[in-house]
């Protein structure tokens, strides 16, 4: 089955840090890629939607710009979030799309802890 | 909008036996698909089953099978001889068919334990 991969499983930083998350597909190229996330025994919540080649898309209350998605190839996708602060320290996953396949897969997720 | 309901945070089955798991969900849409979504201590999601509207049959998956009644827009879960491994956090998700719209809309969770 397709892989996703996403790096790194987990990270510690600073409060005012900025910190930058990968989500790749390894062996198929994702024109769409999801941000999701999950706070402690909660649900998947869609952060945004991102679309190779161009800007993403947020869900309503997200902040554009403390969440900076880019989607610069059909492998690769990044959160940066920007200016950390502890209320930001989540479990942060990925997932993208196969163009050929009904579901989605999903990365193994980032743990985000802002101290 | 569409939503995603699972009633049961956690349920609790012992070894060998049978237990289903509930999702009901509302939407005004025709052509989508749902998911079953397993999660375990390592927090990776994996896709245990899914289920397209169009289809009237059950899927099924092995152990796991699902109960799809689309006029009461119930997706029950079913797994069979359960086993250790099947302990984890299991996610119910709503996907519509739209053509370049893989939106996922999740429920909130179930909490399955496994007794030995």
């Known amino acids: 089955g397709a892989v996703v991969s996403q790096h790194p499983s987990w990270v510690i930083c600073k409060s005012g840090t900025s910190v930058k998350i990968e989500c790749r597909s390894l062996d198929f190229q994702a024109t769409t890629m999801f941000w999701y996330r999950q706070f402690p025994k909660q649900s998947l919540m869609l952060m945004a939607t991102?679309?190779?080649?161009?800007?993403?898309?947020?869900e309503q209350g997200v902040e554009k710009d403390k969440f900076l998605i880019n989607h610069a190839s059909l492998t690769l996708s990044t959160l940066t979030v920007t200016s950390a602060h502890p209320e930001d320290s989540s479990f942060y996953i990925c997932?993208?799309?196969?163009?050929?396949?009904?579901?989605?897969?999903f990365g193994q997720g980032t743990r985000l802890t802002v101290v | 909008a569409q939503t995603v309901t699972q009633s049961q945070p956690e349920m609790s089955v012992q070894e060998a036996e049978t237990v289903t798991l509930s999702c009901t969900y509302d939407?005004?849409?025709?052509?989508?698909?749902l998911f079953w979504y397993k999660q375990p201590p390592s927090r990776q999601m994996i896709l245990v089953i899914r289920q397209e509207a169009y289809k009237q049959q059950n899927a099924t998956e092995n152990r796991f099978s699902v109960n799809f009644q689309k006029a009461a827009k119930s997706f029950s879960l079913k797994i069979s001889d359960s086993q250790l491994g099947d302990a984890a956090m299991y996610f119910c998700?709503?996907?519509?068919?739209?053509?370049?719209?893989?939106?996922?809309?999740f429920g909130t969770g179930t909490r399955l334990k496994v007794l030995a």
């Open positions: 939407t005004s849409e025709s052509d989508y698909y």
């Open positions: 998700a709503y996907r519509s068919g739209g053509s370049g719209t893989y939106k996922y809309i």
């Open positions: 991102s679309n190779e080649g161009s800007k993403a898309t947020y």
């Open positions: 997932s993208a799309r196969d163009g050929r396949a009904t579901e989605a897969f």
